[in-house]
């Protein structure tokens, strides 16, 4: 199986085209304005616009009212939600589109019972616990805690890296990773050619078994 890559906190065009380029399935665009990689409506269009076909469009949303996912699908071509808040299922349901719901590795969380609150959800997306910016913040978790089997996709995510996403692969093998600041040059702006390091790291795990 290909394990497949999403970049995360795309805010310019260029940036969404050398994901695309590299070989990234999807790109991902925040809609939390606490994180410094927040884009507006305009940002998110003029990103959107340059993606060639087959690259999915991930909204991320926190804690978000249903008026505001409801206007940005209105305005924007978002394929997949993702929720990184305490949404509850309620809350990700109902748009017309699947979502992910991201659960934080603190100690103690419950991962079962998340899951289970959340039937419809498409995969699960595990990331480090970052009570303040939820996500992007380069910090990894104990892969060790990833929950075993499970009958929906595990996607990865926290402090991934070039450098390390070979290893993360080849010890989670997750249906996904997901990475931001680890392909970045500065908070928000990537570099292509860490962006192409990284899938290549990815496909140096899969094929090595």
């Given amino acids: 199986m290909r394990t497949r890559v999403k970049i995360c906190g795309i805010t310019r065009p260029q940036d969404g085209l050398a994901a695309a380029q590299a070989g990234a399935d999807a790109i991902g665009l925040v809609f939390y304005e606490r994180s410094p990689r927040y884009v507006d409506v305009a940002q998110a269009a003029e990103i959107c616009a340059v993606l060639p076909p087959f690259v999915s ?15 940005l699908l209105q305005q924007l071509p978002l394929d997949l939600l993702q929720f990184h808040g305490t949404e509850t299922a309620d809350q990700c349901e109902g748009f017309g589109r699947p979502y992910i719901k991201a659960i934080g590795m603190k100690d103690g969380v419950d991962v079962t019972g998340t899951v289970q609150a959340h039937p419809q959800a498409s995969g699960f997306l595990f990331d480090a616990w970052q ?9 990894a978790f104990d892969w060790n805690t990833l929950p075993a089997g499970g ?31 680890g392909v970045e040059q500065d908070k928000g702006i990537k570099s ?18």
């Fill in 192 to 209: 292509a050619e860490k962006i192409e390091a990284f899938i290549r790291g990815v496909v140096r795990g899969d094929t090595m078994q």
């Fill in 131 to 139: 009570p303040d910016i939820h996500g992007g913040g380069g910090v």
């Fill in 57 to 71: 469009v991930v909204g991320l949303f926190v804690n978000a009212p249903r008026e505001q996912v409801a206007s």
């Fill in 151 to 181: 009958d929906r996709p595990v996607i990865l995510a926290g402090g991934l890296a070039p450098d390390n996403v070979e290893q993360a692969v080849r010890r989670t093998r997750p249906w996904a990773v997901d990475v931001s600041s």
